[in-house]
């Protein structure tokens, strides 16, 4: 035996359970139309032509090719001689020129001291770009300098330019030299 009060029937469901209801059959009735086929196909379209035959037939030859127009005009015509329509507009710009050789050169000069023979021959010890080399007063250092005094604090020396530069001891300098 069941109860009466859990017998319900449809009619007795309260309305929220008919709009519910209604929802789910409407997003059924929804979902298969969106699925049917509904004629949306695309139109027949003509083949796309590949670079190649773009580039060997002109878009406007067919128009340039007349009874009235010559053979030569044509050429002339789609090569831009003589055509009003015809850009340089689409032509990328010339290249730049390259820039003009360097004519001088940064040496990096590092005067690590001195030392006096028994003669008193007096001979500083460099480092050009990270080279050593010696030299006595008067003498080439490196390629590109001439010693010119030797002291304890510095070192005078003249490039090939005949510019005088002087390089402070245990300090690293950078020389602008000319290239030769």
């Known amino acids: 035996m069941v109860p009466p009060e859990s017998k319900t029937t449809i009619a007795a469901w309260p309305r929220h ?16 139309l969106a699925g049917w086929r509904l004629g949306g196909d695309l139109p027949d379209l003509p083949p796309i032509r590949s670079e190649e035959a773009r580039e060997a037939e002109p878009l406007f030859r067919p128009l340039l090719e007349r009874p009235d127009l010559g053979r030569n005009l044509v050429a002339e015509v789609m090569s831009g001689g003589k055509n009003p329509f015809y850009t340089d507009y689409f032509k990328p710009p010339p290249k730049p020129a390259p820039p003009p ?9 590092l005067y690590q001291g001195w030392f006096e023979s028994s003669k008193h021959v007096v001979e500083a010890f460099v480092t050009l770009d990270g080279q050593r080399a010696s030299a006595q007063a008067g003498q080439l250092l490196g390629k590109d300098f001439t010693l010119l005094e030797i002291r304890s604090d510095y070192l005078k020396v003249k490039s090939k330019d005949d510019q005088e ?8 300098t950078q020389l602008k030299v000319p290239i030769p």
Do not use: D, N, Y
């Open 17 to 32: 359970r008919w709009v519910s209801l209604l929802v789910i059959i409407a997003g059924l009735i929804i979902a298969l």
């Open 165 to 172: 530069h002087q390089v402070p001891f245990k300090k690293a």
């Open 101 to 109: 050789k360097p004519t001088m050169k940064q040496v990096e000069v």
